[in-house]
């Protein structure tokens, strides 16, 4: 647990959501359960394992040597979540307090967050580049008079939305089948002042017909659940996204394919993109936050870019 109190000791107060300690990656022998996240005003630790109140009481007293001497007299506000397997998760409130509701920034954008309920706390911290990625492709795209439009595939609380249209795109399709993290994606457009968004319920899987309607789009993201039973399963579902995407893309579109799934590297996404959408072509992998530094990365969150051919290759 060293590098945990090690890493309390020398971070700086945080002004935007943010990773501070990524045991998950491997790169701390002992601390592969411990992860460290600043949603501010309040820190959340997780553990994907039990520990004992002495522990608990170690991380506490650290937490709060630094906070006196970086919280400019502000109290400590700080959760401790346990998940365990079966999606056992157990969530305290160990000091001070969180507000409600309660609203953390990321590049100057505002999003709702929180952290006393369930896994997900609105914003996934490990995505931020692929946000920011979002973000400059609208802002530089060179269609702009057309009217940038983008699908957003299992939206969740629509973070990549709120950038694409800070940025400047005109319109953004967010699907979800969750209703809740919909509303949520709702207020998150509606604290950056943001217009063009439409919001739909559904199963993608029985949607298709109304996903090709709003399109052809400049930009496509795909970021579903690994594996979530009855919605989404990586291995068998991927492929059916993959083979809509050449004809929902305009010519030059770009799509961005994520996936969250340790078991499964970009040779899963590359090989399938191969067989199944051999026109779209491989442009990058977005890198990750370096504060999700894993020593392998092919375990951790994988953003691939993938371009359609443009109006020049469509001509023969």
Same mark, same amino acid.
């Given at each position: 647990?060293?590098?945990?109190?090690?890493?309390? /000791?020398?971070?700086?107060?945080?002004?935007?959501?943010?990773?501070?300690?990524?045991?998950?990656?491997?790169?701390?022998?002992?601390?592969?359960?411990?992860? %460290?996240?600043?949603?501010?005003? =309040? %820190?959340?630790?997780?553990?994907?394992?039990?520990?004992?109140?002495?522990?608990?009481?170690?991380?506490?007293?650290?937490?709060?040597?630094?906070?006196?001497?970086?919280?400019?007299?502000?109290?400590?506000?700080?959760?401790?979540?346990?998940?365990?397997?079966?999606?056992?998760?157990?969530?305290?409130?160990?000091?001070?307090?969180?507000?409600?509701?309660? @609203?953390? @920034?990321?590049?100057? &954008? *505002?999003?709702? #967050?929180?952290?006393?309920?369930?896994? $997900?706390?609105? &914003?996934?911290?490990?995505?931020?580049?692929?946000?920011?990625?979002?973000?400059?492709?609208?802002?530089?795209?060179?269609?702009?008079?057309?009217?940038?439009? =983008?699908?957003?595939?299992?939206?969740?609380?629509?973070?990549?939305? =709120?950038?694409?249209?800070? /940025?400047?795109?005109?319109?953004?399709? $967010?699907?979800?089948?969750?209703?809740?993290?919909?509303? @949520?994606?709702? *207020? $998150?457009?509606?604290?950056?002042?943001?217009?063009?968004?439409?919001? &739909?319920?559904?199963?993608?899987?029985?949607?298709?017909?109304?996903?090709?309607?709003?399109?052809?789009?400049?930009?496509? +993201?795909?970021?579903?659940?690994?594996?979530?039973?009855?919605?989404?399963?990586? @291995?068998?579902?991927? #492929?059916? &996204?993959?083979?809509?995407?050449?004809?929902?893309?305009?010519?030059?579109?770009? +799509?961005?394919?994520?996936?969250?799934?340790?078991?499964?590297?970009? /040779?899963?996404?590359?090989?399938?993109?191969?067989?199944?959408?051999?026109?779209?072509?491989?442009?990058?992998?977005?890198? $990750?936050?370096? #504060?999700?530094?894993?020593?392998?990365?092919?375990?951790?969150?994988?953003?691939?870019?993938?371009?359609?051919?443009?109006?020049?290759?469509?001509?023969?």
């Amino acid at each position: 647990m060293q590098a945990l109190l090690d890493a309390i /000791a020398q971070f700086e107060l945080p002004t935007d959501a943010q990773r501070i300690f990524h045991g998950r990656g491997g790169r701390f022998p002992g601390c592969e359960h411990l992860v %460290l996240d600043a949603f501010p005003p =309040v %820190l959340l630790l997780t553990s994907f394992q039990p520990l004992d109140e002495a522990v608990l009481t170690t991380i506490d007293q650290a937490l709060q040597a630094r906070w006196a001497q970086i919280g400019q007299g502000k109290p400590l506000n700080w959760v401790f979540q346990t998940r365990q397997s079966g999606n056992k998760v157990e969530t305290r409130l160990m000091a001070g307090s969180v507000p409600e509701p309660h @609203t953390v @920034t990321e590049s100057g &954008l *505002q999003f709702r #967050a929180h952290v006393l309920r369930g896994q $997900n706390h609105g &914003l996934f911290l490990d995505m931020a580049e692929g946000r920011r990625w979002v973000h400059e492709h609208v802002a530089q795209h060179p269609e702009h008079r057309h009217g940038i439009k =983008v699908l957003n595939l299992f939206a969740y609380t629509c973070a990549f939305s =709120v950038a694409a249209l800070h /940025a400047g795109a005109r319109q953004v399709l $967010n699907m979800d089948m969750s209703q809740s993290a919909l509303a @949520t994606g709702q *207020q $998150n457009h509606q604290l950056n002042a943001l217009n063009g968004a439409s919001f &739909l319920a559904h199963d993608i899987f029985s949607s298709w017909g109304k996903i090709t309607r709003s399109g052809p789009y400049h930009l496509i +993201v795909i970021d579903p659940p690994s594996y979530q039973k009855g919605s989404f399963i990586a @291995t068998k579902d991927y #492929a059916k &996204l993959m083979r809509r995407l050449p004809d929902l893309l305009r010519p030059g579109g770009h +799509v961005l394919l994520c996936l969250n799934a340790p078991e499964l590297g970009t /040779a899963f996404l590359k090989e399938q993109m191969a067989e199944i959408a051999p026109t779209l072509q491989f442009v990058e992998r977005v890198a $990750n936050p370096a #504060a999700f530094a894993d020593t392998d990365e092919e375990r951790s969150l994988k953003v691939l870019v993938y371009r359609a051919p443009g109006t020049e290759a469509m001509a023969h």
